[in-house]
C-alpha cells in the first residue's frame, strides 16, 4: 500500500485518488477490464491498470511499482492462466496476487466458465482460502461492473473512513475537495452509461485551448447529471477546483454576474461594478466553471466572452437547451442513453435479457424500477416491453426516470401500450425534483417560454409531420401561416432550443421533433382549430412529391431519388393515413401507386398494405375504381408471396380489370404478371398457360415503354420456365431482362435480373462467376439500404459456401439472411427457393455446428451480415451475359 511520507497524517495533493490495481488477463477479459475501470471511475477513484500507461520497464518492475503504489487489489479472472515468463515458473498473472501487500484488501471477481486452466483454478482454490481476500463469480460486464461499485464503496465507507492514530501505516483516504470543488452538487444516485460521454467531455474540458465547452440537449436529457459528473472528474485538474452556478431559478440577465461572484466567494462591496471586478479577480484563476440551466440567459452568453478573454486559465462548462453562438464556443449535442446493440439487429425475435441489459437505456429503467419496487426483474416475460419503453422513450433519463416507478402499479407491457400519448403517462411523484421535471410536459413548458410567438407557431404546425421532414416540406407547408418567410431562422431557434433535431446535413437537411415534444405541439395545434387545415395542406404537398419522384424511380437517377424517398418515409406513410382521415382516399392510392417501385425495393409493402387496408374498410364506397385497383393490387402481392393461393390471383384478376377499365397499361400489365406467377406457384396449375400471360404482360409493358415494368416480368417468365424445365429459355429471359434493365440504367432492376443470372451460373457449375455475382448483390444493395437484396445475395453465397462444405460458413450467412426476412416480413414464393437445397446437405454433415452457426448469424447486425460477403468486383454487361448463355446452352 502507498506509505505515509511521515510520521502522522497523510497530507494528500487533490490529484492523488485512492488508487485501484486490476489484475486480470490483458486480451481475454479486454471487455471486463473496460468494465471495471468504468466503475472506478464512477467512484471517482483512480483504476491503475497496464494499458492506461506502459511504461518502457521490464513487466514484472513496472507491476511491483504499480502493486507499491495502490491501496486496492482487484483481481479478474476468467479462463487463462495467463503467459509465464522465460526463467518463470509462475504467470504475471499469480505473480501479481502474491505481491500484493497483504494488508491491502483484496477484491476477487471470478468469470462463470466451465474450461478454466488448471492451474489458475489452483490459484482460485488458494485465493478462496485466503482470509484477506473476498471472491464473488459474475456472468457479463455489466453484472461485474454493478459488484465493484457496490463492494467499493462498502470498503470505503468500511475501511477508509477514519484514520486510526495507533496505526503506524496511514489508511488512504480520500482527497479532501477546495472549498470551491465543494460547490458541486453530490450526486444521489452513481450515474448509468454515459461512459463514452464523460470521456469526450473531460477531453474537452482539458484541452488548453477550450473556453466554452457547452454541452446541449433537450430538457430531460441528462446534461445537469453529465455536467457533474465531468466536473467531479476534471476538477482536481483545475488548482482552483471548481465553481458550480446553477441558474435554473435566474431569469433575469443582469443577475448572471453576481450569482457567478458568489459561486467563486466575491461578495459585493459596492465599492466598485462586479461586472469590473470578476475579470481581475478570474485573471489568473486556474478554475473550472460550471454555468448549468444557461438557455433562459442565452442573450447574456457575449459576456462570457469577455470574461473568458480576460481570464485565460479559466474554463466554463455549460449546459443550455440552446446553443450560445459564441466565440471560442465547443457545442456538444447530447443525446439519450445508448440503446447498444438493440438498435442495429437483424434478428426480429425479442433480445434476451443479456443482449437488453448491455444497453443504458434499459440498465437505468432497471434500477428505477428497483428503487420503486423492490423485487422487480428483468426477465424473458417482460424484456422486449422494457426494451419497447426505452426504444419509444428515445433513451430520454428524464422520461426513463418517469417511467420506470409506474411498475408499481403496471407491468411493463402495459406501460408500454400507454406510452402513444407519453406526457400523460410520465408524471413524477418526486417532491425533491424541481417543478419543472415533475412532468415531460413541465419540461418542454420550460423550453417553450424561450420561444418568440411566431417561433411557438411554427413548432404547433410541424406537429402535423411525423419524424423526418425536409425543409422543402416546411416551406410547402408555411403558405399563409404566421411564421411565412421566416422558416429558416424559426427553424434554427428550435434546434439551437433542442424541441426540434436535424437528422441530416445533406443537400437535404431532414428534420425530426421528440415524440414527447411533438404530442405538446399536437395539443396547441387542436387548441387553436388548425389541425385539419395543416393535415390536408401536409397530404397535398406529399401527394405532390409522389407524382413527381415517379418518374425519377426509372432509369438514371433512381438512386438518388430512393435515398430522398428514404428520408420521406414515415410521413409518406402518414399523408396517405390523413388522406383516409379527411375523405380523400383517392390522394392515398395516387401516393401508393406512382412510389410502387420504391415500396417494393425499400421493403415497405407491408406497411403499405396496412393503410390500403384502412383505405377500403373507411373510405371504399368513396374511392375512384383505380384506387380500388390500386388498394387491391397492394394487398395481394404480400399475400403473393407470403402464402400464394388461387383467392390471391383472383385479387389479381379484380385490380387487372379496374386498370384496364381506367387506362393504366402498366397497372394491367402487372395485375397480369402477378396473377401468373401467383398461380405458377400453386399445385396443380396451368403452367403453360401462366407463361402465356407472363409473356403477354411483357409484351403490354413494351407497348408503352415500361421497361421497368418489362424487366421484372421477364424475370418472372424465366422463373416459370424453370419450373416448366426449359432452362435455355429460362436464362435468355433473365438474360433479356438483364439487358433492358442496363440499357435503362436501371439499378434496382438490375439487381433483380443478376440474382436470377446468379442463379444460373450457380445451377450450371460457375460457382466462382455465381459467387462474384451474389457477392456484388450484396454489397450493391448494402450500399442503396435495400435489404431484401442483401437476403438474396446472402441466400446464394450460402448456397456456395454449402457446396464448398464450408458449413459454418453457409450457417451464419442462412442464419443472417433468415433474421432479415422475418424482420422485414419478405418472403419468397417456396416453389423458388433454391438455397435450401444446399443448405440440407450442411445440416446433415454436421447439424450441431450447423445449428449453431446459423443462429449466431441471426444475432448479427446488418453491416457484420453484409462483411460475409466476399469484397469482389462482379462481372456485368455483356461479360456477365455471355457467360450465363454459354452455362445455358
Not at 444557461?294 to 446553443?323: G, I
Not at 408500454?416 to 418542454?444: C, G, M, N
Not at 424559426?490 to 414527447?516: G, H, R, W
Not at 418518374?551 to 430512393?562: C, K, R, T
Request: charged share 25%.
Amino acid at each position: 500500500m502507498a506509505q505515509p511520507a511521515s510520521d502522522g497524517p497523510v497530507i494528500r495533493t487533490p490529484d492523488q485518488l485512492l488508487r485501484v490495481f486490476v489484475s486480470s488477463t490483458l486480451g481475454e477479459l479486454a471487455a471486463e477490464r473496460r468494465a471495471a475501470r468504468g466503475a472506478i471511475e464512477q467512484l471517482h477513484l483512480a483504476p491503475v491498470m497496464f494499458e492506461l500507461g506502459a511504461r518502457p520497464h521490464p513487466p514484472r518492475k513496472l507491476y511491483r511499482s504499480y502493486l507499491e503504489q495502490s491501496d486496492v487489489f482487484v483481481g479478474i479472472y476468467g479462463d487463462r492462466y495467463g503467459w509465464i515468463a522465460p526463467g518463470e515458473e509462475i504467470s504475471g498473472l499469480e505473480d501479481e496476487y502474491r505481491l500484493a501487500d497483504p494488508r491491502m484488501p483484496k477484491l476477487i471477481y471470478l468469470k462463470a466458465s466451465t474450461s478454466r486452466e488448471e492451474r489458475l483454478a489452483a490459484l482460485i482454490k488458494r485465493i478462496q482460502v485466503d482470509d484477506g481476500a473476498s471472491y464473488v463469480t459474475f456472468s457479463t460486464e455489466e453484472e461485474l461492473r454493478a459488484h465493484l461499485v457496490n463492494d467499493l464503496a462498502t470498503l470505503l465507507a468500511e475501511r477508509f473512513q477514519t484514520v486510526e492514530e495507533d496505526t503506524r501505516v496511514a489508511s488512504a483516504v480520500v482527497p479532501q475537495a477546495s472549498p470551491v470543488y465543494a460547490q458541486v452538487p453530490p450526486p444521489y444516485t452513481p450515474i448509468v452509461g454515459r461512459g463514452t460521454e464523460i470521456d469526450e467531455l473531460s477531453a474537452m474540458v482539458d484541452d488548453p485551448h477550450a473556453r466554452v465547452v457547452t454541452i446541449v440537449g433537450p430538457g430531460g436529457i441528462g446534461k445537469s447529471r453529465l455536467a457533474i459528473e465531468v466536473a467531479l472528474r476534471t476538477g482536481p485538474h483545475f488548482a482552483d477546483g471548481v465553481a458550480f452556478v446553477a441558474l435554473e431559478n435566474v431569469s433575469d440577465e443582469k443577475l448572471l454576474l453576481p450569482s457567478l461572484a458568489k459561486a467563486l466567494g466575491m461578495g459585493e462591496s459596492g465599492e466598485a461594478p462586479i461586472e469590473d471586478r470578476l475579470p481581475t479577480a478570474l485573471a489568473r484563476r486556474p478554475v473550472l466553471i460550471v454555468l448549468d440551466n444557461f438557455e433562459q440567459l442565452v442573450n447574456a452568453a457575449p459576456v462570457l466572452v469577455r470574461l473568458y478573454a480576460a481570464a485565460p486559465e479559466a474554463t466554463f462548462l455549460v449546459t443550455s437547451r440552446a446553443v450560445l453562438r459564441i466565440r471560442g464556443e465547443r457545442v456538444y449535442e447530447l443525446g439519450g442513453l445508448s440503446l447498444g446493440s438493440l438498435a442495429d439487429r437483424v434478428s426480429a425475435r425479442p433480445p434476451t435479457v443479456a443482449e437488453a441489459f448491455r444497453s443504458e437505456a434499459v440498465q437505468l429503467f432497471v434500477e428505477r424500477a428497483r428503487a420503486a419496487r423492490g423485487d422487480f426483474d428483468l426477465s424473458p416475460a417482460n424484456v422486449a416491453a422494457v426494451v419497447g419503453i426505452c426504444q419509444q422513450l428515445e433513451g430520454s433519463p428524464l422520461a426513463i426516470e418517469l417511467a420506470a416507478p409506474r411498475v408499481r402499479a403496471l407491468p411493463p407491457q402495459n406501460i408500454l401500450k400507454r406510452l402513444d400519448r407519453p406526457l400523460e403517462v410520465l408524471r413524477s411523484a418526486a417532491r425533491d425534483v424541481p417543478e419543472r421535471q415533475r412532468t415531460l410536459q413541465a419540461t418542454i413548458e420550460w423550453s417553450c417560454r424561450l420561444l418568440t410567438p411566431g417561433q411557438r407557431d411554427l413548432l404547433a404546425d410541424l406537429s402535423v409531420f411525423a419524424p423526418g421532414f425536409t425543409y422543402e416540406a416546411v416551406e410547402a407547408l408555411g403558405a399563409g401561416r404566421p411564421w411565412a418567410g421566416r422558416e429558416l431562422e424559426d427553424l434554427a431557434a428550435l434546434v439551437d432550443n433542442s424541441l426540434l433535431k436535424q437528422q441530416s446535413q445533406t443537400e437535404m437537411p431532414a428534420f425530426t421533433i421528440p415524440a414527447t415534444v411533438r404530442q405538446f405541439a399536437e395539443h396547441l395545434l387542436e387548441e387553436r382549430g388548425d389541425h385539419e387545415v395543416l393535415r390536408a395542406a401536409h397530404t397535398r404537398y406529399y401527394t405532390d412529391l409522389a407524382r413527381r419522384m415517379k418518374p425519377q424511380l426509372s432509369g438514371a437517377g433512381q438512386v438518388e431519388a430512393a435515398a430522398r424517398l428514404d428520408l420521406e418515409v414515415p410521413n409518406l406513410r402518414q399523408s396517405m393515413q390523413y388522406s383516409v382521415a379527411l375523405g380523400t382516399p383517392d390522394d392515398a392510392g395516387d401516393l401508393a401507386w406512382a412510389l410502387l417501385v420504391f415500396w417494393w425495393f425499400g421493403g415497405h409493402f407491408g406497411q403499405v398494405r396496412v393503410r390500403m387496408q384502412e383505405l377500403l374498410a373507411q373510405q371504399g364506397a368513396n374511392a375512384g375504381e383505380h384506387t380500388r385497383a390500386v388498394a387491391g393490387f397492394m394487398i395481394s402481392w404480400v399475400d403473393m408471396w407470403h402464402r400464394p393461393s388461387p383467392d390471391v390471383a383472383v385479387s389479381f384478376d379484380e385490380a387487372r380489370s379496374l386498370f384496364a377499365r381506367t387506362g393504366d397499361v402498366s397497372g394491367e400489365a402487372l395485375a397480369t404478371a402477378c396473377a401468373a406467377f401467383t398461380r405458377s406457384s400453386l399445385p396443380g396449375s396451368d403452367v403453360g398457360a401462366c407463361r402465356a400471360d407472363l409473356a403477354h404482360a411483357v409484351e403490354l409493358f413494351e407497348s408503352v415503354g415500361d421497361a421497368w415494368g418489362a424487366a421484372l416480368a421477364l424475370v418472372g417468365l424465366g422463373r416459370v420456365e424453370s419450373v416448366l424445365g426449359v432452362e435455355e429459355e429460362s436464362a435468355e429471359s433473365y438474360l433479356r431482362a438483364g439487358r433492358v434493365a442496363r440499357e435503362h440504367s436501371d439499378v434496382l432492376a438490375t439487381l433483380i435480373t443478376d440474382h436470377h443470372i446468379g442463379r444460373v451460373q450457380l445451377f450450371g457449375g460457375r460457382i466462382e462467376e455465381a459467387e462474384r455475382t451474389f457477392a456484388a448483390s450484396v454489397h450493391l444493395s448494402a450500399s442503396l439500404s435495400l435489404e431484401g437484396g442483401i437476403c438474396d445475395g446472402l441466400e446464394g453465397l450460402s448456397a456456395i459456401a454449402a457446396l464448398r462444405g464450408e458449413d459454418e460458413r453457409a450457417g451464419l450467412m442462412a442464419g443472417a439472411a433468415a433474421a432479415l426476412r422475418q424482420r422485414l416480413a419478405l418472403y419468397e414464393v417456396p416453389a423458388f427457393v433454391f438455397h435450401e437445397r444446399y443448405l440440407d446437405r450442411a445440416r446433415a454433415a454436421d447439424p450441431e455446428l450447423f445449428a449453431s452457426a446459423f443462429a449466431r448469424g441471426q444475432e448479427l447486425t446488418i453491416a457484420e451480415a453484409v462483411a460475409l460477403a466476399p469484397p469482389v468486383t462482379p462481372a456485368t454487361g455483356p461479360d456477365a451475359a455471355d457467360a450465363a448463355v454459354a452455362l445455358a446452352s
